[in-house]
Each structure stands twice: as C-alpha cells, then as structure tokens.
C-alpha cells in the first residue's frame, strides 16, 4: 500500500499516523511546505513557495484564495512528478485548510482522497458574531467569510470523506456533505500526559516556585486573543485577586494573532487589556510567560489548582483535553466544543463566557477548596482516557477508516496500549 500525506506544517496533525505507518511498515510519502519538519523516518518533500507568483496588487478579499491556489499548485507539481515516475497512491491524507489538496483529484482521479477540516466557516452564528464587543454588521465582513470557505466547499464536493475532531465541528458542515464526515479527534497520548508526582514549576525572573496544592491559575492559548476569551480571562482578575490575595495567574501565549483582527490603538491584545486592568490588580501575581516547551505546558497543568479554558463557538483547542488527561480541574465556558467535553460539576466546571465575576468566584471556590475539587480533575481524566485516548481510540478510528474509504485492509492487526486510567 502507498500513501500520500499533506500538510503545510508536516506532521502537524499527521504526527501520530505518520508513526503507526512507519511502525506498520506501509509505504507513504509525506509532503509539507518550507516550515515542515524534517525527520529520518518520515520520507518528507518540501514544497516552495514562488514568490514571482503572487500577485500583490490584487483585491484584499482573494488574497487567502490566491495562496491557496499557490500552495495547490506546488504540491500538483510534487504529484505530477510522482506520476510520472509510476509512484501511483492508493490513498491521499491530508489538511485541507490551506489548499493544498485542490489539485489532487486532477492528477490522481482514482485516488481517494481524506481529508482534515477543522471547522466549517458560517457568515452568521457560531464564531462570527458570537461577541458584541468585536462584532461587526457591515456586509463586507460576511462576505470575507463567504469567500474563506470557498476553497472548503471545493473539498467537501471532490474529496472522499473528512475527518472532523470533534461534533460539534463536524455539525458545522452544510447538510449535504454530512455523510461524508467522521467524527474523529487527532487523539491525546494519555500514557505521557498524565498526573505526575513531584511536578514543579520554578519562574526564575520571578522568583516563585509552585507545587501542587499551592493556589496558581493557569490560561494557556496560542495566541491571546478574544476569540479564546483572553479579555474575559484578564477582567475577571481584579475581583479574583480581592476573593484570593495569595492566588497567582500564569498565562501562556503569544501575542501574534491566530484568529481575527488585531486591536486598534494597541500593539496586541495583550497589552490592550493588560492596560485596561493593571491598575486594579497586583501585576507581581500575573506571569505572562510566551508560548512554552509541550512538555513544560503539561507540568502547569499537573501543578495547577485549576485552569481556565474560555472560547467562542470554534476548533475546540487540544489544550484542554491535554490539561483534563493531567488531572488539571478546568474551568470552561458554556460554549458547544467545551460542553460536548464537560458535564458541569461532573468532570469540570463552566462558566458564562461573558461573565467575568462568575469566572473569578468559580475559580475563588475552586481554590479555597483544593481538596475537595481534586475529584473533578479525576474525573476529568477518566473522560479523556475513555474517548480520546490516542492509542485505544483515536488512532484505530484512523486506521479503519483508511482501510475503509481505501478498500485496503493494513498489515498486522491494531494495536492498543494500557489505558492508564489514573494517576
């Protein structure tokens, strides 16, 4: 069997197939763009970039469609070459969200083809709109939208079956390309991202070290942005501070933007509403920290006595789920991604995205009460090894359904790991 993996930023979300593959002994090629990473294992090509190809004088609205045509084209010339050599896939994986599989069909027609989608993009409800304070009504705004998932309904009409993480998203599809979705998260590695004993988290510039036990909140995105509701997070701060005089607050992230806009008269959305707050809190018990090692993420969320996790109706970030497999008591908004996780006082707690003082005393009960709130975050890990544990759930989802839209049944039989269920 041969198969052909695509994504701009290889492996990305491929990492865990990529390895079964190698561990299974089938043949794949992986393709990615000038970021990809390169590893022994993996046979990588690396597609670039013609600068000579992009227009700049061209209209703002098509300049995301310009790119991902570019990218189409570079990885069709990657594929044209693989069939001209008679290197002929009997499956295609890959991300569909930056374009880079548009050609496939035009080069392989007998090939199936999966792909990845993260989200469906809607002009109205969901994200868009969800937040009056950044909502905007002019019509040009729906219509950026509308041509952003231009190149998503071309998948969803050429491509064989997609994969979503969660159902929530992949209930953002339209009607008419449900059936071809399967409802399958990338999986958490539940064996290496769990409880830890004698975890610890030292801030030298700070000069704070925090064990278990001791009152730090922790809020971890990519990016710190209002889309994953860094402005709730930080107005709920001042009245958290007067409920909890000996709580501190680490917050990972960067301050470049994933998603939407960034803020008017202001460098970032950060230092917006940092200013908005710093002179109402102890800036002394707020550690902004960056962006941080994978590994150094899974400690906060071990020693934390509680984390926040706050978004708009959107991709539902493997942050939380990772922080739910450490035992982390996390604290989320009513929000659809999050509530198709956490049962309210089951695994977890919720919130009102928009209300920040329920979000400060939540967290004010949470650790005035550490003992007793340690059974959420047990439950919490029970619900990530029971469904989305990557090896006795989400990886052999993956590999039936390649066997299945393929019609290729894959060497050796699937194998599971030892669920680790508890700490």
Same mark, same amino acid.
């Given at each position: 069997?041969?198969?052909?993996?695509? +994504?701009?930023?290889? =492996?990305?979300?491929?990492? +865990?197939?990529?390895?079964?593959?190698?561990?299974?002994?089938?043949?794949?090629?992986?393709?990615?763009?000038?970021?990809?990473?390169?590893?022994?294992?993996?046979?990588?090509?690396?597609?670039?970039?013609?600068?000579?190809?992009?227009?700049?004088?061209? +209209?703002?609205?098509?300049?995301?469609?310009?790119?991902?045509?570019?990218?189409?084209?570079?990885?069709?010339?990657?594929?044209?070459?693989?069939?001209?050599?008679?290197?002929?896939?009997?499956?295609?994986?890959?991300?569909?969200?930056?374009?880079?599989?548009?050609?496939?069909?035009?080069?392989?027609?007998? &090939?199936?083809?999966?792909?990845?989608?993260?989200?469906?993009?809607?002009?109205?409800? $969901?994200?868009?709109?969800?937040?009056?304070?950044?909502?905007?009504?002019?019509?040009?705004?729906?219509?950026?939208?509308?041509?952003?998932?231009?190149?998503?309904?071309?998948?969803?009409?050429?491509?064989?079956?997609?994969?979503?993480?969660? +159902?929530?998203?992949?209930?953002?599809? =339209?009607?008419?390309?449900?059936?071809?979705?399967?409802?399958?998260?990338?999986?958490?590695?539940?064996?290496?991202?769990?409880?830890?004993?004698?975890?610890?988290?030292?801030?030298?510039?700070?000069?704070?070290?925090?064990?278990?036990?001791?009152?730090?909140?922790?809020?971890?995105?990519?990016?710190?942005? =209002?889309?994953?509701?860094?402005?709730?997070?930080?107005?709920?701060?001042?009245?958290?501070?007067?409920?909890?005089?000996?709580?501190?607050?680490?917050?990972?992230?960067?301050?470049?933007?994933?998603?939407?806009?960034?803020?008017?008269?202001?460098?970032?959305?950060?230092?917006?509403?940092?200013?908005?707050?710093?002179?109402?809190?102890?800036?002394?018990?707020?550690?902004?920290?960056?962006?941080?090692?994978?590994?150094?993420?899974?400690?906060?969320?071990?020693?934390?006595?509680?984390?926040?996790?706050?978004?708009?109706?959107?991709? $539902?970030?493997?942050?939380?789920?990772?922080?739910?497999?450490?035992?982390?008591?996390?604290?989320?908004?009513?929000?659809?991604?999050?509530?198709?996780?956490?049962?309210?006082?089951?695994?977890?707690?919720?919130?009102?995205?928009?209300?920040?003082?329920?979000?400060?005393?939540?967290?004010?009960?949470?650790?005035?009460?550490?003992?007793?709130?340690?059974?959420?975050?047990?439950?919490?890990?029970?619900?990530?090894?029971?469904?989305?544990?990557?090896?006795?759930?989400?990886?052999?989802?993956?590999?039936?359904?390649?066997?299945?839209?393929?019609?290729? &049944?894959?060497?050796?039989?699937?194998?599971?790991?030892?669920?680790?269920?508890?700490?």
């Amino acid at each position: 069997m041969r198969i052909v993996l695509i +994504h701009q930023n290889f =492996p990305g979300q491929l990492r +865990h197939l990529a390895v079964e593959l190698v561990r299974k002994k089938i043949e794949f090629l992986a393709i990615g763009g000038p970021s990809a990473q390169t590893n022994p294992l993996f046979p990588t090509v690396k597609y670039n970039i013609n600068q000579k190809d992009v227009v700049t004088n061209i +209209h703002p609205s098509i300049a995301d469609f310009q790119s991902k045509v570019i990218r189409a084209q570079a990885v069709g010339k990657i594929l044209e070459n693989l069939k001209g050599r008679n290197w002929i896939p009997d499956l295609i994986i890959g991300h569909s969200g930056w374009g880079e599989l548009l050609s496939t069909k035009d080069i392989f027609p007998n &090939t199936p083809v999966i792909h990845f989608m993260e989200y469906f993009y809607h002009v109205t409800g $969901l994200d868009v709109g969800f937040d009056s304070e950044f909502n905007s009504d002019h019509w040009e705004d729906a219509f950026r939208v509308r041509l952003k998932r231009s190149t998503q309904l071309l998948s969803l009409q050429d491509l064989d079956a997609v994969i979503m993480p969660t +159902h929530f998203q992949a209930n953002t599809l =339209p009607a008419e390309f449900k059936h071809k979705a399967r409802v399958i998260h990338e999986g958490i590695d539940t064996e290496s991202i769990a409880p830890r004993s004698g975890s610890c988290i030292t801030l030298k510039r700070a000069g704070v070290r925090f064990v278990p036990g001791d009152e730090l909140v922790t809020f971890a995105s990519r990016s710190l942005e =209002p889309l994953r509701g860094f402005h709730m997070f930080m107005r709920c701060l001042p009245a958290l501070q007067k409920l909890r005089p000996n709580a501190h607050v680490i917050i990972v992230g960067a301050e470049d933007i994933s998603y939407g806009t960034r803020p008017q008269n202001s460098k970032s959305w950060k230092e917006k509403f940092t200013n908005e707050v710093c002179d109402k809190v102890d800036m002394n018990r707020i550690h902004f920290v960056g962006r941080v090692e994978h590994n150094t993420l899974h400690d906060l969320f071990r020693v934390c006595a509680c984390h926040v996790y706050l978004t708009y109706p959107f991709v $539902l970030s493997w942050s939380m789920l990772e922080a739910m497999s450490c035992g982390a008591v996390v604290i989320g908004s009513k929000t659809a991604p999050v509530e198709e996780v956490i049962e309210h006082q089951k695994n977890g707690l919720l919130v009102d995205f928009f209300d920040y003082n329920e979000i400060a005393h939540t967290i004010s009960r949470v650790l005035s009460d550490y003992q007793s709130s340690r059974q959420l975050g047990i439950n919490a890990r029970k619900t990530i090894v029971d469904n989305y544990d990557l090896n006795t759930i989400c990886l052999p989802k993956m590999l039936n359904i390649i066997e299945t839209v393929s019609g290729i &049944t894959l060497p050796h039989p699937i194998t599971t790991s030892q669920k680790q269920r508890n700490s």
